[in-house]
Structures are given as structure tokens and as C-alpha cells.
């Protein structure tokens, strides 16, 4: 069922990045890294989001700003630690 629901004509990476990075920055005022990743349901793109307690829920306001696809690419919101993005970077 998930490959009916992204089975869409995808934007260009580069596009797709540079927008989703635009709307984070809109959005949220914590550090954040938008990637793409693959897994078992194929590739995607995720918002890297770092936050104080990565077990705390987003708000509902903030959640309902990210469709299950961005330009029609699959989209995980990833929440981590403070420092994660910058160690990331850094391997």
C-alpha cells in the first residue's frame, strides 16, 4: 500500500532539499538537516530536527505543517539530540 501512496512523479533532489529546508526554517527555530535517505520502502527525504528531549511528542500545529510526502517524496521527521547534526557532520 505505501508504494500506491509515493508512487508519484518525484522533483529533483536539489529542488526537493532547497524547499523543505526553506519550510523548516519557517517553521522551527531549533538546529535541523534535511537528507535523503533509503530504506525498506524505498528512498525518501527526512527533516532532521534536533530538540531537547527526543521523546517529547512535536505539537500537533507543528506535525500537521509535513504531509506524509514532500514533491513527492516520501517524508520522515527524524528527532535527535542536540549536537547529532553537527557530530554527523564531523564522520
Known sequence: MANIAFNKDKA????AQ?????????NWTGPFWVN???????LGIQAVLEVEDTSENLSADFRSKFPPAWMGWRL???????GYIEYL???
Open 12 to 15: 529533483p533532489k536539489d529542488e
Open 18 to 26: 532547497k524547499s523543505l529546508m526553506e519550510h523548516i526554517s519557517d
Open 36 to 42: 535523503f535517505f533509503s530504506g525498506d520502502n524505498g
Open 76 to 82: 520522515i521527521v527524524l528527532k535527535v539530540p542536540f
Open 89 to 91: 557532520k564531523n564522520i
